[in-house]
C-alpha cells in the first residue's frame, strides 16, 4: 500500500504494562510526526522526526513516553508503566519535507484497563 | 503560544444545505492553514489547505480562505451531501526558522448531513 500504516490497529493493555506502537510511513518522506487523539484533550502533538532525528520532542507528555525512528523510515512510540490517562488513539503521519501536507495512517486505538 | 479554534458541534443540516464552520487561530508570523475531514471510521485526510494571507484553498465543493485581518480560515460549503457527513478539523502549521511542521488542530466539529 502506498499510505502511512501503523500497528496494531487496536491494542487493549493493563495498567502498568509497557507498549510499542509501530509507524511505517510513506517511501521517501522524511518527515515522520505522532499525534494523539483523546476525547477530553482532542488532537495532540507528540513527537516529529526529521530522518532519524527528534528536533521537536515538545508535546511527549512525560518520561513515560519514548520514541525511535531508524533507517529514516519506522518508528516505534513506547509508552511504559501505562496508565489509564494514555488511553487514546494514536496517529502517526508523514510528509515529504516540511512544507508539504502531511499524510495520516488510521491509527492505533489504545485502551488501559 | 498558537491555537485554533473551532466552532461547536454537532452541525446538523438538511441535504443540499450551506454549510458554514467557523475557524480562528492565534499564531505569531504567518502560519499555514489547513482544513483536515475524518469520515466515520476512517483516518483524518487532507481536505484543503491555505499558505498566505487572501489564499482561497478548495476541494470537494469545499472553500476556505485565508483572511489574516481576522485571523480566520472558515470552511463553506454550498450544498452539502450525505456523504459530507464527518468531523472536520482546523488546523495551523506555524513558520519561521523554528518551523518544525507540526500540525496544532482545533476541537473539531461534527457535521451530520441529513437527507
Known amino acids: 500500500g502506498a499510505g502511512v500504516s501503523q500497528s496494531p490497529s487496536n491494542k487493549v493493555t493493563e495498567k502498568g504494562k509497557d507498549v510499542e506502537l509501530r509507524c511505517d510511513p510513506i517511501s521517501g518522506h522524511t518527515a515522520l510526526y505522532w499525534y494523539r487523539q483523546s476525547l477530553g484533550q482532542g488532537l495532540e502533538f507528540l513527537i516529529y522526526f526529521q530522518g532519524n532525528s527528534a528536533p521537536d520532542k515538545s508535546g511527549l507528555p512525560s518520561d513515560r513516553f519514548s520514541a525511535e525512528r531508524t533507517g529514516g523510515s519506522v518508528s516505534t512510540l513506547t509508552i511504559q508503566r501505562t496508565q489509564q490517562e494514555d488511553s487514546a488513539v494514536y496517529l502517526c503521519?508523514?510528509?515529504?519535507?516540511?512544507?508539504?501536507?502531511?499524510?495520516f495512517g488510521d491509527g492505533t486505538r489504545l485502551s488501559i484497563l | 503560544g498558537n491555537s485554533v479554534t473551532q466552532m461547536e458541534g454537532p452541525v446538523t443540516l438538511s441535504e443540499e444545505a450551506f454549510l458554514t464552520i467557523n475557524c480562528t487561530y492565534t499564531a505569531t508570523g504567518y502560519p499555514s492553514l489547513f482544513w483536515y475531514v475524518q469520515y466515520p471510521g476512517e483516518g483524518l485526510q487532507l481536505l484543503l489547505k491555505a499558505t498566505k494571507a487572501d489564499d482561497k484553498g478548495s476541494n470537494k465543493g469545499f472553500e476556505a480562505t485565508y483572511r489574516k485581518e481576522t485571523t480566520s480560515f472558515h470552511l463553506e460549503k454550498g450544498s452539502v451531501q450525505v456523504s459530507d457527513s464527518a468531523v472536520y478539523f482546523c488546523?495551523?502549521?506555524?513558520?519561521?526558522?523554528?518551523?518544525?511542521?507540526?500540525?496544532?488542530f482545533g476541537q473539531g466539529t461534527t457535521l451530520q448531513v441529513k437527507p
Open positions: 503521519a508523514s510528509s515529504l519535507d516540511l512544507s508539504q501536507p502531511q499524510h
Open positions: 488546523a495551523l502549521s506555524g513558520m519561521g526558522s523554528s518551523n518544525t511542521g507540526k500540525l496544532i
